[in-house]
């Protein structure tokens, strides 16, 4: 529920930034953007730090070297948020992130169904 949290004062704190300061945040969709990247930057930063270990659980066991696979899709969600915030690559962004979290789905289910 936290990144949710993160996302919607991401997107308000933005949108408050491009009123009053910066033109290139004036718009609900530069906003949205800005808040997503946010809320994926402070997801993506879990994995490399304390509920590194959390995540590590959350991976189904039938997939191999489950902290390799939190450490790539951590990156993953870094590298979409910064490119969430450049123009020219948003849109491929945008695409690849929604893979990433149907790719990312099972391990939700299995966290939810083993109590991880």
Known sequence: MIPLYVMAAGIVIARAIGAFWWPALDDWQAAARAGLALMFVFTGMAHFTGPRADLI???????????????????????????????????????????LLVLMFPANVHAAQSGH
Do not use: D, H, K, N
């Open 57 to 99: 659980a959350m991976v189904p066991p039938r997939l191999p070297f489950p902290g390799f696979l939190v450490t790539v899709t951590g990156l993953a969600e870094l590298a979409g948020a910064v490119g969430l915030m450049v123009p020219a690559l948003s849109r491929l962004a945008a695409y690849c992130l929604m893979t």
